[in-house]
């Protein structure tokens, strides 16, 4: 009765699920080399034209002058806009920006600068595109991040960008016809990220939770059952020969397939659960992560000490290969720094007491974590410059390199330090560790190793998932198969001899009538 009824519960969880395990496995291939377009620093950074020390005729205090007290900022960069050099105060009301050549403050953008700031972006022509108003989201503008932009203007070009441009003439997003295309391969089903559904981000949460969990049950079930009809001595015949496996057919191939690859399946499907986060505790990094974050600062952000090093002085130590397209104000252990970029890993610190640097003195990072963790001790410290187990990324788009910290804390914390920003990039605790195993370790299989010497990587991933659409392509067939018989009889037999017929075809009780 046992082995019926996990039969029965398995194969009707089968049909429920049978198409979006389908859905899961080809996209997973779709994802190891698309993904879901989006507008990122780099991007930002990419198509921002570089900061002109000519231009700069403001100093910050007086740029700070002209907003209103209450907007007093905690965050201030120096970047170009419209193609004039701008300040961007943080607010607690989001970000206010100041022209550094007039003084002017930039309170409505004008569709004016917003076509430019869409052409620009794009290379296109404004008078090519087509403009239209996006007051609620489309495909390409549901992430949750997007939200704060609306109202935003859409632009499309003929070869296929679209940019989407916000209130503030900022570009939060940008797709082509290439990735878009990539997107409905990989993101889109893999995530469900489908727009009816997607744009009530609870209700998509709870399908995806929901749904990935009863996955792993059906999953789990079917290994169970695998593993009991096995028969390694062939007690079973099948067409007059002696067989392992008493099935034939796509039932044959389903339980072969899910014999090889229900394990991955299972804990494929459970660690993608994960990626929704349902268990909190279990992504919890260490409770000290904002103590020392504000230790590497150390003072609370102020004008006043950038004093004695204009923009403009600052800009003009920075090495002549070095075109800086952002300039930020920020401290270190309590001095005041700039940090001035061009791309995500070329930047220099340029202190305002002292010359300019690659990098942070990893010796210095070192000094100041561990004073802040007190009483706790830093039990081990090195520099980081090749990933590793708990710090690495494909896409090599993680920092390089970095100052890594372990402490005896009863969190066992473990930090990550981008020494040429003095910034936590990846902080670890007990747990934490757990679910970056669970999580990406079980369902992106990021290990060192296959990353390090892929084609590796590609391959083993690649036949993981083919084995996984493999056995989801039986799913389908044998779940279809079903139903199209169940369907059959109903249509041929009285509705209640129908009921009975499904009753007895379950090995449920027949009742006579």
Same mark, same amino acid.
């Given at each position: ?27 997973g ?77 930039? #309170? ?44 935003m203007t ?25 990735s ?7 993101? #889109? ?18 399908v995806?939770?929901?749904?990935s ?9 079917? #290994? ?16 007059g ?15 072969i ?20 986060q ?5 992504t ?35 090495p ?43 010796d ?28 690495l ?55 060192p190793?296959?990353?390090r ?38 249509g041929r037999?009285r ?19």
């Amino acid at each position: 009765m046992l082995k019926r009824g996990l039969i029965f519960v398995h194969r009707w969880l089968g049909i429920a699920l049978c198409l979006i395990f389908l859905l899961w496995f080809p996209s997973g291939i779709g994802m190891m080399y698309w993904d879901f377009p989006s507008v990122g620093p780099g991007d930002r950074l990419e198509h921002s034209p570089a900061l002109d020390p000519s231009k700069v005729v403001l100093s910050p205090e007086e740029a700070a002058a002209k907003l209103d007290s209450e907007q007093q900022t905690g965050q201030v960069r120096l970047n170009t806009f419209d193609g004039r050099p701008v300040y961007r105060f943080r607010t607690e009301r989001g970000e206010a920006i100041v022209y550094a050549d007039t003084g002017e403050d930039q #309170i409505e953008v004008p569709d004016a600068v917003m076509n430019r700031a869409a052409s620009a972006w794009s290379g296109q022509p404004i008078s090519a595109a087509t403009i239209e108003p996006v007051e609620d989201a489309d495909q390409w503008t549901i992430q949750s991040p997007l939200r704060n932009f609306f109202p935003m203007t859409k632009y499309s070009w003929p070869d296929g960008q679209q940019v989407y441009v916000g209130a503030t003439g900022e570009v939060v997003q940008y797709t082509t016809t290439a990735s878009r295309l990539g997107a409905w391969v990989g993101a #889109i089903p893999h995530w469900l990220n489908f727009l009816p559904l997607r744009k009530y981000g609870a209700q998509w949460s709870q399908v995806v939770i929901w749904s990935s969990g009863i996955a792993t049950l059906s999953a789990i079930i079917g #290994i169970v059952i695998g593993i009991w009809m096995y028969s390694p001595s062939k007690r079973y015949r099948v067409a007059g020969a002696a067989t392992a496996i008493p099935y034939r057919g796509q039932k044959r191939w389903h339980a072969i397939l899910g014999l090889m690859f229900g394990l991955v399946t299972c804990t494929w499907v459970f660690s993608g659960l994960l990626s929704m986060q349902p268990f909190d505790r279990l992504t919890e990094g260490p409770s000290g992560a904002g103590r020392l974050a504000g230790a590497l600062r150390g003072a609370r952000f102020q004008l006043g000490p950038f004093e004695g090093k204009s923009p403009s002085a600052a800009l003009a130590q920075v090495p002549a290969d070095l075109h800086v397209k952002v300039l930020e104000f920020t401290f270190f252990a309590g001095e005041p720094v700039y940090l001035a970029t061009e791309a995500p890993q070329q930047s220099r610190v340029i202190p305002v007491r002292y010359p300019s640097a690659a990098f942070f003195d990893p010796d210095i990072v070192a000094t100041v974590l561990a004073r802040a963790s007190r009483p706790s001790e830093v039990v081990e410290a090195r520099l980081v410059d090749k990933y590793e187990a708990y710090y690495l990324d494909r896409h090599h788009d993680l920092p390089l390199p970095v100052l890594f910290i372990r402490l005896n804390d009863p969190d066992h914390s473990m930090y990550y330090v981008d020494v040429r920003t003095a910034r936590i990039v990846a902080a670890y605790s007990a747990r934490s560790r757990w679910n970056r195993w669970l999580y990406h370790g079980l369902h992106s299989f990021d290990l060192p190793w296959l990353y390090r010497y892929r084609p590796a990587w590609d391959i083993f991933v690649l036949v993981l998932l083919l084995g996984g659409a493999s056995l989801s392509v039986t799913a389908v067939t044998m779940g279809w198969q079903v139903l199209s018989n169940k369907l059959r009889r109903a249509g041929r037999l009285r509705p209640v001899v129908a009921v009975e017929a499904v009753e007895a075809d379950e090995g449920g009780p027949v009742s006579a009538r």
